[in-house]
């Protein structure tokens, strides 16, 4: 595939991050926008925290057409943003930003990322099911409230911190009504919890690498017959839950395909086009 020429009117867009070197986003968006021909280009900005306000300011001074967010900016960011989606504002976190003729405004699009690699994925409707979400920080408030959203009847978050589950908890009911409970991270409690389960969802990094040769977050002894397991670890690709679900024939899930689309979902925000999802998912995968 021959590269696409950088002219003076290709479109910048732009991943904000510190560290921002591990980020997969550049080759699997690039390769999205090449594979439409779009005169678009995606590239890693290293920024402090100290930074991040004159990091903001750069996007409307440079005109970037759009930018993602990721660690440690997500929660920063909003106050630099003119408007907010209230998917965003409720979870408190913006990882996508799309300027429009120089307004910039915040979205969210980790959890309906993962809700997508959960119905491509697996062909799963989490209507009326319940949900054991392992963890309460960033990753499991973006997907616990879309799950919440799309319909889950129960959403069960056990945390090592109890007070960060509750908030989580309580937050998720208030802008959903979705029932939930928080839980003590204790295993007598997991364990009944996971039994009376269809979907369980790692969100801690518990797991990742280079800390990936541990054994999995909760005892697989616990796995019901028919329980989806995700994990939103993406490196490893198959972390040892994942591994130990598989042995039980269990379905499974890996993050990466919330990181792809999440990243679809952005694309086409940023381009109003369909974003070649293959094309991606291949760049993803190559690079993991
Ligand atoms: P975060 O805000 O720091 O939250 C981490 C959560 O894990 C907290 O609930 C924390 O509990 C819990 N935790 C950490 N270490 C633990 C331990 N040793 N024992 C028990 N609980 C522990 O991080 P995050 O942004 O939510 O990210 C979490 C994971 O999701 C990471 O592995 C990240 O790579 C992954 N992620 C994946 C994607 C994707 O696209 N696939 C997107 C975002 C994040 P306490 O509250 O008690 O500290």
Redesign the pocket.
């Known amino acids: 595939m021959s590269i696409q020429p950088i002219t003076g009117k290709t479109k910048v867009v732009g991943i904000l991050g510190y560290p921002v070197e591990h980020s997969k986003s550049p080759l699997m968006q690039n390769a999205g926008f090449q594979a439409l021909g779009l005169d678009y280009c995606y590239v890693p900005f290293s920024v402090a925290p100290e930074d991040l306000s004159r990091a903001m300011e750069a996007i409307r001074a440079l005109n970037l057409a759009g930018a993602n967010v990721t660690?440690p900016h997500?929660e920063a960011v909003i106050p630099f943003l003119d408007e907010v989606t209230p998917e965003a504002a409720a979870m408190g976190a913006v990882n996508t930003i799309v300027n429009r003729d120089g307004r910039l405004m915040g979205y969210n699009t980790?959890g309906r990322?993962?809700l997508l690699s959960l119905m491509e994925g697996l062909g799963l409707d989490v209507k009326g099911l319940t949900i054991v979400l392992?963890?309460?920080?960033?990753?499991?408030?973006?997907v616990g409230m879309e799950l919440a959203r799309a319909g889950a009847g129960r959403l069960l978050v056990a945390?090592?911190?109890l007070d960060?589950?509750r908030e989580l908890a309580g937050d998720i009911t208030r802008h959903t009504g979705c029932l939930t409970q928080a839980l003590p991270?204790e295993e007598a409690i997991l364990r009944d919890a996971i039994g009376a389960a269809q979907v369980l969802i790692?969100?801690?990094?518990?797991?990742?690498h280079p800390h990936h040769e541990v054994p999995p977050?909760v005892n697989p002894e616990y796995f019901p017959t028919g329980l989806t397991v995700c994990d939103?670890?993406?490196?490893p690709i198959k972390t040892s839950l994942l591994s130990a679900a598989e042995a039980k024939n269990l379905p499974t899930l890996s993050?990466?395909?919330?990181?792809l689309y999440?990243g679809v979902i952005a694309f086409e925000l940023w381009t109003n086009q369909k974003a070649p999802v293959e094309i991606m998912k291949k760049a993803l995968l190559e690079a993991l």
Do not use: E, H, S
Request: without cysteine; proline residues 3%; charged residues 15%.
């Open positions: 660690i997500k980790d990322g993962f392992l963890g309460a920080g960033g990753a499991a408030r973006g945390n090592r911190n960060r589950a991270w790692n969100t801690t990094p518990i797991g990742m977050v939103l670890i993406y490196n993050g990466w395909g919330m990181l999440q």
